[in-house]
């Protein structure tokens, strides 16, 4: 098993610029989570989903969406990237009482 | 409200020293607590979680419910031990929904 795959592992965007941060397990787990992280800020919830078709927003949405078509893939859409937004990207997935499991991360620069 | 909060942003020490990095959290629930470490530009992975009670790379660490800590100890500090730690909170939160809270992270430098 793969685990938690996270394409691309680095990113440099121009401000204004949109883009898509492409999280997929093998594992068949229900729950996937999007966390940004920040020096001296810990690991932030942007989105989570529950399983395909149901997503919902964590503690800091506003600039991303994204979307659960398959129990595999959960996606992660800048529109109009921002300098803010600059930041180490951790998709990660839970399963029971497995525990969660995270991806090597995606670090965007935004210019 | 739920938090997280590990006091100490760095952690500096000796080689063969003690160490313990600080985890305190606020849950109004029965919490689910872990330590994540994260070596150099790597991804994060479970050193701990608070049910399973075993000791990981001589870490341990003790649930204090009363005192709402979950501090994380190691008599005997290695070099290959400085890494960034991340004490998380895992529960149900508004929503119904399982979901891990992080706090911001010590960073421990062990010098030989």
């Known amino acids: 098993n793969a685990g938690v795959t996270q394409t691309p592992k680095f990113r440099i965007l121009k401000i204004g610029q949109s883009m898509t941060l492409q999280c997929t397990q093998d594992?068949?787990?229900?729950?996937m989570y999007w966390y940004r992280q920040d020096p001296g800020m810990g690991l932030k919830l942007i989105y989570y989903?529950?399983?395909?078709?149901?997503?919902d927003k964590g503690e800091v949405p506003n600039g991303y969406n994204v979307s659960r078509s398959t129990t595999e893939d959960f996606p992660l859409r800048l529109e109009l990237a921002a300098p803010s937004q600059t930041s180490v990207y951790f998709c990660?997935?839970?399963?029971?009482?497995?525990?969660?499991?995270f991806g090597s991360g995606t670090r965007l620069t935004v210019v | 409200a739920q938090r997280v909060t590990q006091p100490e942003k760095l952690l500096s020490v000796f080689k063969g020293a003690p160490v313990e990095l600080k985890c305190n959290y606020s849950?109004?629930?029965?919490?689910?607590l872990f330590w994540y470490v994260q070596y150099s530009r790597q991804r994060l992975q479970l050193l701990l979680r608070?049910?399973s009670r075993e000791s990981i790379k001589g870490f341990t660490a003790d649930l204090n419910k009363g005192e709402t800590s979950f501090h994380l100890k190691k008599p005997f500090a290695q070099e290959e031990d400085s890494a960034m730690y991340y004490c998380a909170l895992s529960g149900r939160f508004s929503g119904g929904y399982n979901k891990l809270i992080f706090g911001a992270g010590t960073r421990l430098a062990v010098h030989p």
């Open positions: 608070h049910i």
């Open positions: 990660a997935t839970l399963q029971g009482n497995l525990g969660y499991t």
């Open positions: 594992m068949n787990h229900n729950y």
């Open positions: 989903s529950v399983g395909a078709g149901i997503t």
């Open positions: 849950y109004s629930g029965s919490p689910e």
